[in-house]
Every structure is written in C-alpha cells, then in structure tokens.
C-alpha cells in the first residue's frame, strides 16, 4: 500500500527541527527517525500526518558518550551502532544483549534508539532495559530541554510523555555497578520476532553474598512493561538461593494485572511465561554476579 499525501521536511539542526513542531503546532506532525515502525504504519494508513519532520539529516544526535557514570546516546544513533560499541559491551553490557534481541540486522541498521524509546511498543525491548536500569530521556521542545526519568516517560500503549512540539534527544544509561549481574530473556516464535514475553533482571550483591539491589521488569504482558516492585523486595536483604527464585517467580506471575490476550498468546499462557522468564532471569542475573550456584 502507499502512504496518504503528506509534506516533508528535512531539517540540518535540531534547532530548526523544533522551529518546524512548533510552527506547525496545529497540525498532524510525525517525526521520522528509522522509519522501521512509522513507514509500516504510514503504508496501512494506520497514520495521516499533514506532514514528517525527517530527523535523518542531524548528526548531532549520533553519538555514544561515557559521561561519568552514564553512557550519552544520540537519539537518532542506529541499533547497530549500540550493538558494535566497545563502550557499551564494556560498560552496559545488557544493553548489547537487549539490542541483539531487537528485530533482525536490517531493522538494526536504521532503527534508532531514540526511535524505539518514542514509539514505546510494550512488547519492544528498549523500554523495558529503560525501567530496569533507570535510563533517563532528554527532550527538547520550544521551552528548551527536560529530562524525564523512565517511569515517568512510558504511560500508556505506544503513549510517552513527551509533548508533540519535543523531539527525544538523548538516551541517558547508568553504566552497570560493579557486582552486579543482569540477565535479559524472552520468548518468541522465531529469532527477530517481537517477544511474546520477556524478563528483565539485575542484582547487585554486598560483600557477604546478599541481595542488596534488585530490579525486575516483565514486558510484552501488558500496555507497558511493568517493574515488578513488590518482587524485588522479597529479594532484596536475602542470599541468592533456588527456593527464593521459585517464590519469585510465583509472585511475579501473579503480580501482572490483567496479561495481554492476543492472536499470539493467550493471557494464561503470558502470565504462565511471566513466572518461568522471571525465574530464569533471576538465576542468570544471580550467577552473572557471581554468587556460588
Ligand atoms: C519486521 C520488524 C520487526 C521488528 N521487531 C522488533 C523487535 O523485536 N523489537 C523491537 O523493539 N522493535 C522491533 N521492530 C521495530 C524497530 O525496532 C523500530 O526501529 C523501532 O520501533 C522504531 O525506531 P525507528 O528509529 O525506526 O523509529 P520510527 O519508525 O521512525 O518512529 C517511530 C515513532 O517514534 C517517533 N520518534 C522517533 N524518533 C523520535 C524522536 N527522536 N523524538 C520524538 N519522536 C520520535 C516517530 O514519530 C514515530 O511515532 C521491528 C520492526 C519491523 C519492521
């Protein structure tokens, strides 16, 4: 199929890119960065913009930066990018597992980070790694720029917090504490698929082998991916061991509201797979940061 009548636009500067949101502040307009959800959603006329705000042209916003204990992402920087950084491996090292995940290498060569970050597909890895590690997103707009933390900027179904006048512009990721271990799982048909679901985990342990940080999130299972609060604390302060996997694993399973239905899955099955990838997750995360198995 082909797209609707729209205009196009493609700015150099990120300057002139907001200049354009807000001049045409009135009307339908899409930003286009890879292309690889929004053409799709063009072609089906599922979207009608008046008219796409290409960011392709600013090179400004490609770039992976160490600053301090962070690792600065361009929004516009291509998975493939992420997935090669020696940074990043060294670094964040989960945030190359979780970009392997994503799609297949095609999809990875003009996909964005930036992108996946915006477009806030529940089943999309990016936004769950984001809530897991407590990435932090900047924006620009007419006002000037905001930074908004993960779980305030994913809200609802392909639904952010940024304001159609702003456009994403960094990644901002906490490098991985040290003695900590990460896993990063998930189920689907065929390598490439969109998950039908998946698992997020980190644990830090202290000097005597306990649980001194967890973090968990799920998604795929509902409108956004979900921490799973109420499952870390039943970790945190006790030693890695199978017995509190298992009760970890049966909570998270219950923990999950209403689990998504779909043509893929059913909810029983999601929340069935919601306990098993947690458990996973968690013995993965437990060995990676060298607890005795
Ligand atoms: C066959 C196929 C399989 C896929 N499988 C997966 C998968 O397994 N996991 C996964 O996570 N993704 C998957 N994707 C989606 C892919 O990762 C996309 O690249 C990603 O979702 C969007 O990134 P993009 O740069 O292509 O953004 P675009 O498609 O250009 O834009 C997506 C949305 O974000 C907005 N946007 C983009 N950049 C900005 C910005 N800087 N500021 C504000 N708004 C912005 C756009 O306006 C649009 O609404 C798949 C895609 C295809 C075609």
């Known amino acids: 199929m082909k797209p609707a009548r729209f205009e196009y636009a493609a700015p150099d500067t990120l300057g002139e890119a907001v200049s354009l949101l807000q001049q045409h502040a009135d009307e339908d307009v899409k930003i286009l960065a890879g292309g690889q959800s929004l053409v799709p959603l063009l072609n089906m006329r599922m979207a009608r913009p008046d008219l796409l705000v290409d960011l392709n042209r600013i090179e400004d916003l490609q770039y992976i930066r160490e600053d301090g204990d962070w690792l600065a992402i361009g929004a516009m920087t291509r998975k493939r990018a992420v997935e090669e950084s020696d940074l990043v491996r060294r670094r964040q090292p989960v945030l190359v597992a979780a970009t392997q995940l994503v799609a297949h290498p095609q999809i990875r060569n003009r996909g964005t980070v930036g992108g996946s970050m915006a477009h806030a597909d529940p089943a999309a890895e990016y936004p769950a790694l984001a809530l897991a590690l407590g990435v932090e997103l900047r924006a620009v707009g ?25 456009v994403l512009t960094e990644v901002r990721v906490p490098v991985l504490p040290a003695g900590t271990g990460w896993s990063f799982v998930e189920v689907a048909r065929r390598h490439g698929d969109f998950a039908l679901g998946g698992a997020v985990a980190t644990l830090r342990l202290d000097a005597g082998g306990g649980i001194s940080e967890a973090r968990l999130v799920l998604f795929a299972v509902g409108p956004t991916a979900i921490r799973l609060t109420q499952v870390e604390e039943i970790l945190t302060g006790e030693r890695p061991a199978e017995p509190l996997f298992e009760e970890a694993a049966r909570r998270a399973s219950q923990e999950i509201d209403e689990p998504l239905s779909d043509v893929h899955a059913t909810a029983e099955y999601r929340r069935n797979l919601a306990g098993v990838l947690t458990g996973r997750a968690l013995r993965e995360a437990a060995e990676r940061a060298g607890a005795p198995s």
């Open 142 to 166: 007419p006002g000037g720029e905001r930074t908004i933390a993960a779980q305030d900027f994913f809200q609802s179904y392909l639904t952010t917090a940024l304001e159609p006048v702003e």
